[in-house]
């Protein structure tokens, strides 16, 4: 197995850059105990937004950087997602829960300079963190043990330091993903549209709260943006310039329609942007890696661009901590590219796909639109979103016919647990990192020695039981969680640098029984036929097993992946 090793290097990781993918990804990094430096070219932070939005899945790994009571401090559950045409008929609709699937709001409408602020507030607070604002990167060298990244700051001098991984989240135009090569693939799918950031002088209810107006005499797009905040944006036309629209007068006709205007509104921001779908083909070279925009970047209609750059750090943090601490192949890390191009390939496509409904000046075409979604949509109804996106290759459990079978790659649902005295979501009450969920004995099924590799990982361990304290979950509710999102009191469960028990010892230890509150957990087992789940730290199931036997196996082969080793096939019987 190729091991990381304690190289001689002045930190371990460099993140080259400070948004929010940048912050998170530090902070991850950090909780883990490892030495973390941030280069960020701006000498002060960004303080107007940019994304105005994030999903369910999304804040639930916000709160993984323990900022989770804090989220409602600048955000907003929206209410809805309304598609409408020029005359005001619903096209489609898309109702979203106060509490979903993840046990956090299905959207949550933001502040972000908000959001930056109180990630910065929560990574100064972290040991092993330095911060230098106002250094642009203009070097990398990998030596292959360690990186070299040289630096100018505000002053023109020139700085160098060394690590053992090197991160660029610096953006569309990002500087790392330049000096790295890599190809990028281009839909080619681009339109301009007027930006125009609004703060109401007075608390007003939009609802829904988030439209898109398709009407082809000007496609509209209306957000809310945090507590006090709203986005209105426009498309350019035929014939319009860039420097006509960004102007303030353009922007307040525009508004007026809406009632929005110098009386009862500021206007913090005009700007006309570009947006664009592409995806770079190679997220990691050798010891440097790409995420967030550097590495993708889509049309804004689906409100996925800071979700996937969330989503790229949660995937990639615990697999660079498995391979500095030389708990996993260095290789482990290829996975992260395998797992997360497909996803944002897919979720590219489908904000292009929606792009396409929206970016329609010709009446005609808005016409034949019109009809044939009206066509398919039944007057009044309304739909959910979609589940958070799985995975379908990586880093997962291959059950018996050689590919992924679901649930593997799902992201699991989370509900409330009542869990050593502490009754809350599980995030919260039982705590972070790999979690495997059984309804077998853990010791009997797996055995001391797969215990106590599980307990390296800084894994829980936890047995299902119902409200009632029985394991089958007879009479336990199929909800989706009940709780609030903000959560109290439990540790993040990283646990990377505890001293390892002895998995009996561990295990008998955490008086692990686990009573699944909402029947979330039990009744997930039930549609997988399992008894036993096993949970990476970005919340995506690993695999799940039915029976003791099967069980074990599953635990081997997740050791099996990360080591590098070659599995054996196996039969039905999980031997």
Same mark, same amino acid.
């Given at each position: 197995?190729?091991?990381?090793t304690?190289?001689? @290097? ?9 948004g ?16 973390? *430096? ?5 000498a ?29 401090e ?39 300079? @908000? ?27 990998d ?14 001098? *020139?700085? $160098? ?26 839909l ?16 007003r ?44 007068? @353009?922007?307040w ?18 700007a *006309? ?40 750090v ?13 708990? %996993? !192949?260095?290789s482990?890390?290829?996975?992260? *590219? ?7 390939e ?18 005609g ?6 009809? %044939?979604?009206?066509?398919?949509v ?7 979103p ?6 379908s ?14 649930? %593997? ?12 005295g502490?009754t809350?979501?599980? !995030? ?6 790999f979690a ?8 009997v ?37 009940a709780?609030?999102g ?5 540790? !993040? ?19 692990? !029984? $686990?009573?699944?509150?909402d ?5 997930y087992l ?8 096993l ?15 099967? %069980?074990a196996?599953?635990?081997d ?14 039969s039905?019987?999980?031997?």
């Amino acid at each position: 197995m190729l091991r990381d090793t304690d190289t001689d @290097t002045d930190t371990d990781v460099v993140v080259v850059g400070y948004g929010p993918v940048g912050g998170v990804l530090s902070i991850l990094l950090a909780q883990r105990g490892w030495r973390v *430096t941030v280069l960020e070219q701006r000498a002060r932070p960004y303080l107007l937004p940019r994304a105005t939005s994030f999903d369910g899945e999304t804040a639930r790994l916000i709160a993984g950087t323990g900022i989770g009571p804090q989220i409602g401090e600048f955000t907003e559950p929206a209410d809805g997602y309304r598609w409408q045409n020029a005359a005001g008929q619903a096209l489609l609709d898309i109702d979203f829960a106060a509490v979903g699937p993840y046990g956090w709001p299905d959207a949550n409408t933001m502040h972000q300079p @908000t959001l930056e602020a109180r990630l910065a507030a929560r990574l100064s607070a972290l040991p092993g963190v330095d911060i230098r604002r106002g250094e642009r990167v203009v070097g990398l060298a990998d030596h292959g043990e360690r990186v070299e990244v040289t630096t100018t700051g505000l002053d023109g001098a *020139t700085h $160098a330091l060394t690590a053992r991984w090197v991160v660029g989240c610096d953006g569309a135009r990002s500087f790392v993903r330049e000096a790295l090569g890599v190809p990028v693939t281009d839909l080619g799918f681009s339109y301009d549209w007027l930006l125009c950031d609004v703060e109401l002088a007075e608390p007003r209810t939009f609802t829904p709260s988030n439209v898109q107006i398709c009407d082809p005499a000007r496609p509209t797009t209306l957000v809310a943006s945090g507590p006090g905040h709203r986005r209105w944006e426009f498309m350019r036309l035929p014939g319009e310039t860039n420097a006509e629209l960004e102007r303030p007068e @353009t922007a307040w006709r525009l508004l007026a329609p809406f009632d929005v205007t110098p009386a009862n509104a500021t206007l913090l921001r005009t700007a *006309t942007y570009t947006f664009q779908a592409r995806w770079a083909d190679r997220w990691r070279v050798g010891r440097v890696l790409l995420a967030g925009d550097a590495a993708h970047l889509m049309p804004p209609f689906a409100g996925q661009g800071m979700c996937s750059g969330i989503r790229d750090v949660a995937n990639l943090a615990w697999k660079l901590d498995l391979a500095a601490r030389g708990l %996993a !192949d260095a290789s482990v890390l290829d996975s992260y *590219t395998v797992e997360r191009r497909k996803q944002v390939e897919e979720s590219i496509r489908s904000s292009v796909k929606l792009g396409k409904v929206i970016c329609v000046s010709d009446p005609g075409a808005a016409a034949d639109r019109d009809a %044939a979604m009206l066509a398919r949509v039944p007057s009044g109804s309304s739909a959910r979103p979609e589940p958070a996106p799985p995975l379908s290759g990586g880093l997962l459990y291959q059950r018996f016919t050689g590919v992924t079978e679901p649930p %593997a790659g799902d992201v699991v649902p989370q509900g409330r647990v009542r869990y050593r005295g502490r009754t809350g979501l599980f !995030d919260e009450a039982v705590g972070r990192g790999f979690a495997l969920l059984t309804t077998e004995d853990p010791l009997v099924a797996l055995g001391e020695e797969r215990l106590t590799f599980l307990m390296g990982l800084g894994a829980h361990v936890v047995r299902l039981v119902s409200p009632s304290g029985t394991e089958t979950g007879a009479g336990a509710g199929a909800g989706s969680g009940a709780g609030a999102g903000a959560g109290s009191g439990a540790s !993040d469960g990283a646990g990377s640098g505890a001293e390892t028990e002895t998995g009996a010892d561990a295990y008998a230890d955490a008086e692990a !029984d $686990a009573a699944d509150l909402d029947g979330v957990y039990l009744s997930y087992l039930r549609r997988c036929d399992g008894t036993t789940l096993l949970v990476r730290p970005d919340y995506h199931v690993f695999g799940a097993a039915k029976g003791a036997a099967e %069980a074990a196996t599953l635990v081997d082969d997740l050791r099996a992946q990360l080591t590098g080793a070659v599995r054996a096939p196996r039969s039905r019987l999980g031997i």
